[in-house]
């Protein structure tokens, strides 16, 4: 390689090294065109980064455990949004009432993955792949098998968007997949550079070309519509938190029929060691930006639930003990939303395992009663009408014991 073309190739990495890509197809600009169908289904993965406590999101009030295992730390029943006669909404996610009284939330209690490390890294790698522990092996991520199992030759450039800086572990792997922090950041400081980065990536077939050339695509499809004249239907108010501006950019691209199929973002800042807090605090603040966050997108998205579902994840929950710092520790089992129409919701779904002391597993944590893979499988399944990709994705998952969907259930 000669001095001239390492240069070009430095300065292509400069261009679009804040943009992954991965794409199978090498079709010059000029041929491509957005299909303006979108696509049946779009899947929002929320992963809720550094273990949040289930324990607290929905406290289990009926049981006496709890509170003898937290005398500081659990919520009162009065404080709480009664579910079930058992199970209370932490209040700072009470915007979500709405939506779980009219069907449209279901609550996974007690679930996760197999991994025992209560390590941040070894959990969120085994979700991220869906895997049940770090140890099994596999190439790439859920999403990305998902993807790959389904993929088409007509697939948009945004079929699968990470709003992160980084692409997600769940993604890596998979076809047609764009990593970006913002939709207004994605755009050329120099519009007069178009025409020669079409010439440059206009031909050749290697990952950095086939990348850049994916990007200009990308690019070309933002400017067909504007995210700042964005407003959001029914009087939705989003907050101004980083993750809740990330959804309001998900509901523009799904309303835009850009054909995304898949969102992943994430939010950081539920590792709950030290003053938890309970009505208010460090947890409280957090909770309420999700839940105000999932509201606000469930109210603007009203005309178009039927192709959107929510799940809401995290790595592990936290320890059933409180620990001398007024928090909790690394758990194992925490729980899962999943948000959408044709739920069968306004329920909490899964076994309890219980909080007494013979029934907790490891150090004091709450078991895994209902393996994460089965709900997202079951996801796939029916609301992305995909049996055969979700049997590639998760060959190893346990049947689902519960009914997470109801009859009615099909997509349009």
């Known amino acids: ?31 491509i065109v957005l299909n303006k169908k979108g696509t049946e289904h779009t899947l929002v993965v929320v992963f809720l980064r550094g273990g949040m406590d289930g324990l607290s999101a929905v406290a289990p009030f009926g049981e006496d455990a709890y509170y003898q295992s937290r005398p500081t730390l659990a919520l009162r029943k009065n404080d709480l949004h009664n579910l079930d006669g058992f199970f209370g909404l932490h209040p700072a996610l009470s915007k979500l009432i709405p939506s779980f009284a009219e069907g449209r939330v279901a609550i996974v209690h007690a679930a996760g993955s197999q991994d025992s490390s ?68 994605y755009r050329l400081r120099n519009e007069q550079m ?59 691209l799904v309303k835009s029929d850009f054909g995304l199929e898949i969102a992943c973002l994430e939010r950081g800042g539920w590792d709950t060691h030290v003053a938890q807090g309970t009505t208010s605090g460090w947890l409280a603040s957090q909770l309420s930006d999700l839940g105000d966050s999932l509201a606000a997108f469930d109210r603007d998205i009203a005309r178009i639930r039927r192709r959107v579902t929510v799940v809401v994840m995290t790595e592990f929950g936290r320890r059933a003990y409180e620990n001398s710092g007024l ?56 609301r992305m009408r995909s049996q055969a990709a979700a049997a590639k994705v998760f060959p190893t998952a346990p049947p689902l014991s519960f009914q997470l969907f109801n009859g009615r259930s099909t997509n349009p």
């Open 194 to 252: 178009k025409p020669h980065l079409a010439a440059m990536y206009a031909n050749g077939s290697d990952l950095m070309t086939r990348s850049g050339r994916e990007s200009l695509r990308v690019l070309q499809m933002l400017e067909r519509s504007r995210m700042d004249a964005y407003r959001p239907e029914n009087g939705a108010v989003y907050p101004d938190s980083d993750f809740a501006q990330a959804l309001k950019q998900v509901a523009f």
């Open 327 to 382: 928090g909790t520790d690394h758990g194992s089992a925490s729980l899962m939303f999943v948000i959408g129409e044709g739920l069968h919701g306004g329920k909490v779904h899964g076994e309890w395992p219980g909080l007494s002391e013979e029934k907790l597993s490891g150090p004091g944590d709450l078991k895994v009663t209902t393996d994460y893979r089965a709900v997202l499988r079951t996801i796939l399944q029916v």
């Open 1 to 31: 390689m000669n001095w001239c073309d390492e240069y070009a190739m430095i300065s292509r990495r400069a261009l679009f090294g804040t943009v992954s890509c991965a794409v199978l197809g090498t079709k010059a600009l000029s041929q």
């Open 118 to 185: 209560h390590s941040h890294f070894e959990a969120m790698n085994a979700m991220e792949r869906g895997v049940a522990t770090a140890e099994e092996s596999t190439g790439n991520g859920w999403l990305a098998r998902y993807l790959n199992a389904t993929r088409t030759d007509h697939d948009s450039a945004l079929r699968a968007v990470a709003f992160s800086p980084v692409m997600p572990d769940s993604l890596r792997g998979g076809t047609n997949c764009v990593a970006i922090e913002s939709l207004s950041e």
